[in-house]
C-alpha cells in the first residue's frame, strides 16, 4: 500500500515530468543531429573547394597578364622598378574590348603582396575569396530557397571545373564570384526582406564588380529592376550614398581619363555575324557551369564535357524558372523572377555587341548555374527522392572526374599545350637560376622564334621581385633562350641546355664587347 500510495501521490507527477524530458530530449535530439548533419556536409563541401583551389598552386598559369597585376601592385606599395622608378597606378590591365580596366584590383592584390612579395600570395588571396564565395553560396541558397539547395548549390559550386580554374588564377574576374554572391544576398536583403540598407551595398557591390571586369554591366540593370520591384522599401539616402562610393572607388579611373584626354584605345576583335555571337554566347553560358570548352585552355577535353555543359546549363535555366512558382509567399515571386533574368543577359548583351565573347566573360553569373541545378533537383526530389540523390551524385562525380582529367594534365605535364601554356613554378624555377648565376650581372632573356614563349614578361617581373640586391650591376654576360616542350621544336643545337619541366632554357654566352 505504501508504495502504491507513493506512486499515486508523487510517482505519477514525476513520471510525466520524466516522459515530458524525454520528449524534449527526443525531439531536441533530432534536430541537433540534423544540425549536425548539415555542418558536417557544409564542412566537407567547404575542405573540398579549399583542396581544388589551393593543391599545387604553384601549377598555376601566370603569363604577362598576372605578371603585370603583380608589377602594378608592387608599384602601389611604392616598390622601385628598375629602369622604370615609382608611380601610382590610376589604370589596371587592358581589357580584351582594347580599354584599360579600372585600378581596383591591382589596389587589392596589393594586401596580399605587402605581406609577401610573391606571386603565390596573390593567388591565395584569389582563392581564399573564391573559397568563402563557395560558402556564401549555401548562405544565398538558403535564403533564397531553402536547405537542401544551399548545400547542393555549394556542393556544385565546389567541384566545377570552370570555377575551380577561375580561382587559380591572377586575373580580376576571378574576384568577381565574392562580389555577385554578396550581391544576390543584398538583393534578398532589399526585395525579400525589405531592408532599405540593402540599396547601398547592390550599389557598390556594382561599382567594385564592374572595376574587376566590365561584364558586371549587366547587374545595373538587375539593380534598376529591384529598385522598382522594391520601390516602396527604397530610401533615397540609401541611394545617394552608394552613388557617393560608387564614385569614390571610380575616383583615381575618373583622374586618369580626365588627365589623359581618354580612357585608350578600343581594340577589340569585331565579331560582325550575330548569329555566331548568339551561338557562342549560348555555349558559354551553358559552359561556364561545368567543363565545355576546357579545349582553349589545356589542348583537348574529355567527351563528356560538352553534353554534360548542355544538360547543367539546361537544367540551371530550368530550375531558376520553376523556382519562380514554387514559394509560397506571393512577394518571393518577383524578386527570384529577376534570377533568370540575371542569367540571360550576358548572352543577350554579347549576342547585341559587336564584339567577340569569351568564356570569362560569364564569371558574372556565378552562382546561379549552380543555384538553378539545386533547384531543379528539389523539385525532382519531391517526385523522386532517390533518381535526384542519383542526379546530384552522379554530376558531382562527372566534375570530380573532370576536375582529376585537367590536374594530371597539368601535374604531369608542367602545364597545357594551349592557352595555359608553361605552369608558374617552372618559370619561377628558370627565373631563380639565372638570378643565381648571375648575382652582380645583368642577364638577357631571349624566346626560341621556333617555339619559345608567346611573351616574356612574365619572365621579366619574375627577375625583377627574385633580385634582393640593389646597386648597379655589370653588364650581362649571358643570354637565356627560352623554348616550350609544347610547341615540338628542339633548344639550339650544340649549346648547354637547362630543363625545368616543360620549359628548356639554353645558355648562350654573349661576346665580350656586350659585356
Known amino acids: 500500500m505504501r508504495s502504491g500510495s507513493a506512486r499515486s501521490g508523487f510517482g505519477a507527477p514525476l513520471a510525466r515530468v520524466f516522459e515530458r524530458m524525454q520528449q524534449i530530449v527526443g525531439r531536441h535530439g533530432r534536430t541537433g543531429l540534423r544540425r549536425h548533419g548539415v555542418l558536417l556536409t557544409l564542412s566537407a563541401t567547404i575542405a573540398a573547394a579549399a583542396v581544388a583551389r589551393f593543391l599545387r598552386l604553384d601549377l598555376m598559369e601566370f603569363k604577362s597578364d598576372e605578371a603585370e597585376a603583380c608589377r602594378l601592385a608592387l608599384h602601389v606599395l611604392g616598390r622601385h622598378e628598375p629602369g622604370v622608378g615609382t608611380f601610382f597606378p590610376t589604370t589596371g590591365l587592358v581589357a580584351s574590348v582594347g580599354l584599360p580596366n579600372p585600378p581596383l584590383f591591382v589596389y587589392l592584390l596589393a594586401l596580399p603582396l605587402a605581406i609577401a612579395r610573391t606571386p603565390l600570395a596573390a593567388a591565395g588571396f584569389v582563392a581564399a575569396t573564391n573559397v568563402a564565395a563557395v560558402w556564401l553560396c549555401y548562405v544565398a541558397g538558403r535564403r533564397w530557397f531553402s536547405r537542401f539547395v544551399g548545400l547542393a548549390a555549394a556542393a556544385l559550386f565546389a567541384l566545377s571545373p570552370w570555377a575551380i580554374v577561375y580561382s587559380r588564377k591572377i586575373w580580376a574576374q576571378d574576384l568577381l564570384p565574392i562580389c555577385t554572391v554578396l550581391f544576390l544576398l543584398a538583393l534578398h536583403g532589399l526585395l525579400v526582406e525589405k531592408r532599405p540598407r540593402s540599396v547601398l551595398w547592390l550599389l557598390l557591390l556594382v561599382g567594385a564588380a564592374t572595376q574587376l571586369h566590365f561584364s558586371a554591366s549587366v547587374l545595373v540593370l538587375v539593380v534598376i529592376a529591384a529598385i522598382g520591384i522594391a520601390r516602396d522599401a527604397v530610401r533615397w539616402r540609401w541611394v545617394a550614398l552608394g552613388l557617393a562610393g560608387v564614385a569614390l572607388l571610380y575616383a583615381p579611373y575618373i583622374w586618369h581619363i580626365v588627365v589623359e584626354g581618354h580612357p585608350g584605345e578600343a581594340a577589340a576583335r569585331v565579331h560582325p555575324n550575330v548569329l555566331r555571337r548568339f551561338l557562342s554566347s549560348g555555349r558559354d553560358t551553358f559552359a561556364v557551369g561545368a ?166 614578361d612574365e619572365f621579366r617581373f619574375l627577375s625583377w621581385i627574385d633580385r634582393h640586391r640593389s646597386g648597379r650591376l655589370r653588364p650581362a654576360a649571358f643570354r637565356y633562350v627560352l623554348t616550350q616542350r609544347f610547341d615540338g621544336r628542339s633548344p639550339v643545337r650544340k649549346r648547354h641546355t637547362e630543363r625545368f619541366g616543360p620549359l628548356s632554357v639554353t645558355v648562350v654566352p654573349l661576346p665580350p664587347t656586350r659585356r
Open 291 to 456: 567543363a565545355d570548352r576546357t579545349d582553349i585552355l589545356l589542348g583537348s577535353q574529355s567527351a563528356l564535357a560538352l553534353p554534360l555543359s548542355i544538360a547543367f546549363g539546361t537544367t540551371a535555366f530550368v530550375g531558376l524558372l520553376v523556382g519562380c512558382r514554387s514559394w509560397p509567399p506571393r512577394r518571393i515571386v518577383p524578386a527570384r523572377a529577376l534570377l533568370p533574368v540575371w542569367f540571360v543577359l550576358p548572352l543577350v548583351a554579347l549576342t547585341l555587341l559587336p564584339v567577340t565573347p569569351y568564356l570569362h566573360y560569364f564569371i558574372v553569373l556565378y552562382p546561379l548555374p549552380f543555384l538553378g541545378a539545386a533547384v531543379a533537383l528539389e523539385a525532382l526530389g519531391r517526385w523522386r527522392r532517390g533518381l535526384a540523390c542519383v542526379a546530384l551524385a552522379g554530376c558531382l562525380g562527372a566534375f570530380a572526374v573532370l576536375d582529376a582529367r585537367s590536374f594530371r594534365t597539368v601535374r604531369d605535364d608542367g602545364g597545357a599545350a594551349a592557352d595555359y601554356g608553361v605552369a608558374y613554378r617552372y618559370k619561377a624555377d628558370a627565373v631563380r637560376s639565372f638570378v643565381r648565376a648571375n648575382p652582380h650581372r645583368h642577364f638577357d632573356i631571349a624566346r626560341n622564334p621556333h617555339g619559345g614563349p608567346a611573351s616574356l
